[in-house]
């Protein structure tokens, strides 16, 4: 059984740009969290996407978005990039609502 | 809303000694509680968790946390720690649904040889 993968591992963006980081979920799993954890914190909830619709978002604005595929795996997508953008970005996947989420490597972004 | 306090940022304990890490939530619903750890540059990995049921949950790596209502508590002990359990600690609480997880900000185990 394949866990949570991430990719890219690591990202160098210019402040303004736009990125995209995706992730495979776990085999079954039809639920998606994306979380951002800065150095030193603990990860902060970004939204999370079950069954293709996004189900609850944190405290993020709107240039933070994100899709969720057919086949479950999902996608992040941040607009005009700001050096407090700068973290860890990890993706969490769960069998379905309400149950434990299991955690990518996650992807390390770094904005210039 | 729920929140996570996670009452110590650093905690030594030398190797083969007994280890508590604390955590205290507030929340205003019925709640699930996890234990994550994170290792240097790595994703979080489960624990343990409490959904229903015992109040004594037992996890992975001889690890164990106790739920108490009362005193809103969920913490984090195990009896002997090695070198290897150097490493984050996270606690992290969920109303179900679509919440996702509130973290708390940390813990620091350092074992000491």
């Known amino acids: 059984e394949t866990g949570v993968t991430q990719s890219p591992t690591h990202l160098i963006k210019t402040r303004g740009q736009q990125v995209t980081l995706r992730c495979s979920s776990q085999?079954?799993?039809?639920?998606v969290s994306w979380y951002q954890q800065a150095l030193g914190q603990g990860p902060q909830f970004i939204f999370q996407?079950?069954?293709?619709?996004?189900?609850g978002r944190g405290n993020f604005p709107p240039r933070f978005s994100g899709l969720q595929f057919p086949n479950y795996s999902s996608e992040l997508n941040v607009n005009a990039l700001e050096l407090d953008d700068s973290a860890l970005y990890l993706c969490a996947s769960s069998l379905t609502l309400g149950h434990e989420q299991y955690f990518g490597p996650g992807t390390r972004l770094t904005v210039t | 809303a729920q929140s996570v306090t996670q009452l110590d940022s650093q905690v030594p304990v030398f190797e083969e000694a007994p280890v508590e890490l604390r955590c205290n939530y507030s929340s205003s619903v019925s709640v699930y509680l996890f234990w994550y750890v994170q290792y240097p540059n790595q994703g979080l990995q489960l624990l343990l968790k409490y959904l229903s049921g015992s109040t004594l949950v037992k996890g992975i790596n001889g690890f164990e946390a106790e739920f108490n209502k009362s005193q809103t508590s969920f913490h984090l002990r195990k009896p002997s720690v090695h070198i290897s359990d150097t490493a984050e600690y996270f606690c992290?609480?969920?109303?179900?649904?679509?919440?996702?997880?509130?973290f708390g900000k940390g813990t620091h185990l350092i074992i000491q040889p």
């Open positions: 992290a609480v969920s109303g179900g649904g679509a919440d996702g997880l509130t």
């Open positions: 085999s079954g799993h039809n639920t």
């Open positions: 996407y079950y069954r293709e619709e996004e189900n």
